[in-house]
């Protein structure tokens, strides 16, 4: 484990800082794959099933995005890869690990989900429950972009069982979307989520970025302003980071002057927010989300599912998944995935076989996200005493402020939920401190 905790940064400077997963992506090899092919051969016993959908296409990209996007592709590129999405999940369907299991929550994520056109939802969709049926779904998640999301799209999507949409605002200020290279105006915003609730779906998520170049704290007060008068059953914000692949950070790189807010301005202003919508009832569920009523509240997958190592079947171009302990990542090129699929093969890239040791850090470090551990969970399926086994390292959170004193409950403070993903390296095993993410 890293033996100290980090300094707080203060200047926001290029490199990862939201921790997806674990171990870090950088440790995924080739040479597990045929530890995860074994896997595959395993039956589950029709335990149920996360399922994610990568959709890596966008009308444009935003200067700070870092995933893999294709902004527009021709309408034959996206036919092409929504037939490869259909022969990719009709492969596993062939594998015990994953035949016939009940899907209980499916997500789709890019990209922009909602760029695809209505009858190309309805082939995707259509398709991928030939293959499986959802009957017995509890939670389906599309993410869509208010500028591509339309009256027919939206009810198609609600007749196919989705139901809960998250759209990416982003800002609630035309100028700060504009220079963030986005294609929406906030009229884009507030219509789309308007037509989200008239269609009726279970659940409405907006999704926020604190620190985008030229917020100041006029303009984001004036956001959460307007975000409050929306209100949303379920709001996240993220704060911005300067990624090496971003448009942000090439176009620093090559000269262009940008002022970005520091983290603790960062934190702060997540901070007002939240505690606005706090005095409105809402509550904190994550180190990045409020929501309306957080006494039924719940979020499949990734919280209840992935964050406690529950298996997630993920397909897509460089989408990643976990079957039975087995981290796996798809092809990341576009041409070499549906060559993949084209031969009737998985897509695969990477992967990695976790220890035991390994599973149990993953889980602390996914579930700290939510504030708080229980632990009796992990005695029980670890066995192992998290408060005496870590006590270095939650003695550290402790002393910083970031940890409540109770030393009989594990539980973040204010402070602790609003910078978590800077001190989960606490909890790495040492060969891991220093590689890179991803």
């Given amino acids: 484990m890293q033996t100290t905790l980090p300094t707080p940064p203060e200047e926001t400077s290029v490199g990862n800082h939201f921790i997806a997963n674990y171990p870090p992506f950088s440790c995924w090899s080739p040479d597990h794959i045929p530890a995860y092919e074994a896997e595959l051969e395993e039956s589950a016993n029709g335990r149920p099933l996360s399922f994610y959908v990568h959709l890596p296409f966008c009308r444009q990209r935003c200067h700070y995005c ?21 022969a990719e999940f009709a492969l596993y369907q062939k594998k015990p690990a994953v035949k016939g299991r009940p899907i209980r929550s499916v997500y789709f994520g890019g990209g922009t989900p909602s760029y695809l056109e209505p009858e190309q939802m309805r082939h995707l969709l259509g398709g991928l429950q030939e293959q499986q049926s959802w009957d017995a779904l509890e939670e389906g998640t599309f993410e869509c972009e208010p500028d591509t999301t339309t009256a027919i799209k939206s009810k198609l999507l609600k007749q196919y069982g989705i139901t809960r949409v998250s759209i990416g605002f982003q800002s609630l200020n035309d100028e700060i979307l504009r220079r963030s290279g986005r294609n929406v105006t906030v009229g884009d915003c507030i219509q789309a989520y308007h037509l989200a609730r008239e269609v009726g779906f279970e659940e409405i998520n907006v999704d926020l970025i604190a620190g985008l170049p030229g917020e100041t704290d006029e303009t984001w007060l004036k956001t959460i302003e307007k975000v409050v008068e929306l209100r949303p059953d379920c709001v996240t914000i993220y704060q911005l980071e300067l990624t090496y692949n971003s448009g942000l950070y090439a ?82 090129r576009f041409d070499s995935y549906l060559e993949a699929i084209d031969q009737e093969e998985l897509p695969l890239r990477r992967a990695l076989q976790l220890t035991e040791d390994e599973k149990l850090r993953r889980e602390i470090i996914l579930q700290l996200k939510t504030g708080h551990l229980d632990p009796e969970y992990f005695r029980c399926k670890f066995g192992v005493n998290l408060l005496k086994d870590f006590a270095v390292p939650f003695a550290q959170l402790r002393e910083a402020g ?21 001190f989960l390296p606490l909890f790495y095993r040492p060969e891991h401190i220093d590689a890179r993410y991803t």
């Avoid at 870092?66 to 259909?86: G, H, M, N, S, V």
């Avoid at 979020?299 to 397909?315: A, H, M, N, Q, R």
């Avoid at 970031?402 to 800077?422: A, K, M, P, W």
């Fill in 66 to 86: 870092y995933f893999r996007t294709y902004p527009r592709r021709t309408r034959e590129d996206i036919d092409r890869y929504i037939q490869a999405l259909i």
């Fill in 251 to 332: 176009s620093m790189k090559g000269g262009r002057e940008v002022e970005l807010a520091t983290w603790p301005k960062k934190q702060q202003w997540v901070d007002q927010a939240f505690s606005a919508l706090e005095s409105l009832g809402y509550g904190r569920v994550t180190g990045y989300m409020v929501v309306r009523d957080p006494k039924t509240w719940k979020w499949i997958y990734p919280v209840e599912t992935f964050w406690k190592g529950e298996d997630l079947l993920s397909v897509g171009e460089s989408s990643f998944g976990y079957i039975n302990g087995v981290h796996y990542q798809n092809r990341d």
């Fill in 402 to 422: 970031l940890l409540d004193n109770n030393t009989e409950t594990i539980r973040l403070s204010r402070q602790g939920l609003l910078q978590v993903d800077r």
